[in-house]
T-cell receptor
């Protein structure tokens, strides 16, 4: 079945790295995504990784995928106060038209 | 390119009423999906439309329905509103069904009194 889990809260100091973790249960997931939601807004697609990849880097963002443990992480380098938001991981399948989301991790960045 | 536009942004209804929410996808995007976001249940998939056909449906009662028009714009309708329907309803568009890459609107916040 489909289930995506995340820790609910993370607090870091400005300039530090943030690591947000996610576990999923369905090994047939094709794509894994990270979205960011700021207060009063919809979700913004940040980055994604295909299930046949181990790592993807996109500027300050690094996504790591451990398929054996079904573990996904998002690392934000040099975290800024503007990075404070809720981060969602999501899994989807090719041509499914549906994504399953975790409950979101609230990242607080302290100056 | 304009993003996903949802209207109305905020609305208040009473129990038993019905509501229609509208979503205009990004130009050229043919897939539109809807999600309900609540503090208790998180993001729950409602349904997905592609080429005017519902292709996938979540586990919601029949009071929740939707449709997609030939220009890819979509509407969702909730009839006989219940207090528990209070939520942020998010629409997302995607260029196709293959990747699952979703571009979200800012949502319609529904309050049921």
């Amino acid at each position: 079945g489909e289930d995506v889990e995340q820790s609910l809260f993370l607090s870091v100091r400005e300039g530090d790295s943030s690591v947000i973790n996610c576990t999923y249960t369905d090994s047939s997931s094709t794509y894994l995504y990270w979205y960011k939601q700021e207060p009063g807004a919809g979700l913004q697609l940040l980055t994604y990784i295909f299930s046949n990849m181990d790592m993807k880097q996109d500027q300050r963002l690094t996504v790591l995928l451990n398929k054996k443990d079904k573990h996904l992480s998002l690392r934000i380098a040099d975290t800024q106060t503007g990075d404070s938001a809720i981060y969602f991981c999501a899994e989807t399948y090719h041509n499914a038209g549906k994504s399953t989301f975790g409950d979101g991790t609230t990242l607080t960045v302290k100056p | 390119k304009a993003g996903v536009t949802q209207t109305p942004r905020y609305l208040i209804k009473t129990r038993g009423q019905q509501v229609t929410l509208s979503c205009s996808p990004i130009s050229g995007h043919r897939s539109v999906s809807w999600y309900q976001q609540t503090p208790g249940q998180g993001l729950q998939f409602l349904f997905e439309y592609f080429s005017e056909t519902q292709r996938n449906k979540g586990n919601f009662p029949g009071r929740f329905s939707g449709r997609q028009f030939s220009n890819s714009r979509s509407e969702m309708n909730v009839s006989t509103l219940e207090l528990g329907d209070s939520a942020l309803y998010l629409c997302a568009s995607s260029p196709d069904r293959a990747s699952g890459e979703l571009f979200f609107g800012e949502g319609s916040r529904l309050t049921v009194l």
